[in-house]
């Protein structure tokens, strides 16, 4: 079952202001309930919600059923479980589907978001490594990134700083970005997590295969990557990488 666009739901009055942008959305976008503001459903986070009445992350969006969209953003999640906004708004989105005293979330939904986006980045990396878009090993990512052939360089959280700056200043020179201060993403994972995913040992740094511009990925595998971390990066409050319009020192 498609899941229904979200135009008719608001979560206070504040956001009915919203309702005629909401109407005028491509498909491809929805409204959180949370904030009312209109993003692509990529960038977005669904909740779906089981034949009992429990609110579960759907990341992927692919549950059945009536489907409710928040931003990627904990804290706005826990301030909204705090003082009732997101059971409001919920019981909107869900209208006509389980009644106000079955419909329930655990109070850990925050750690299981979390959970369900990492595990959502991981099985990306799994399945562009099998499809051969994931470069490994340090001198190799170095020697494309310097050629220009990978769009994205992800560290593990436990690299060094200086496996980093020389992996960053490669990719600096392939995309001609140097004084740019590109750097790529250090991810919310390490070293460990990444080397099961990718059934690897000791994977510390990684790229991804394709073009960069330094600024518009317009490799397919970048792009599907990119999103699986800019939605958890952005959950936890992290930034995706940088660019601080210097080059660090390398």
Known sequence: MRTPHNESLTSDN???ANL?????????????????EVLPREELI????????????????????????????????ETAMADGHLKRALMRAFKGGPKDETLSYNDDLPQA??????????????????????????ARIEEQARTGRIALVLHAS???????????????????AEGSGLRGTVLPLDRDALSVALGRENVVHLGVSG???????????????????TRLSKFLGQTEGSRDGSDPPD
């Open 14 to 16: 504040a956001e009915a």
């Open 20 to 36: 005629s942008r909401a109407d005028d959305a491509s498909e491809s976008e929805r409204r959180c309930v949370l904030s009312g």
């Open 46 to 77: 669904r909740l779906a919600i089981s034949p009992t009445g429990d609110v579960l992350p759907d990341p992927n969006a692919k549950a059945p059923g009536r489907g409710a969209w928040i931003a990627p953003d904990r804290r706005a999640l």
């Open 113 to 138: 978001v979390e959970a369900a986006l990492t595990r959502t980045l991981l099985d990306r990396l799994g399945l562009e490594m099998r499809g051969g878009n994931v470069v490994l090993g340090s």
């Open 158 to 176: 436990d690299s060094s700083e200086d496996g980093r700056k020389k992996l960053d200043q490669a990719w600096r020179v392939g995309t001609d």
């Open 211 to 229: 073009k960069n511009d330094g600024r518009r990925r317009t490799s397919s595998a970048s792009g599907r990557v990119g999103q699986a971390v």
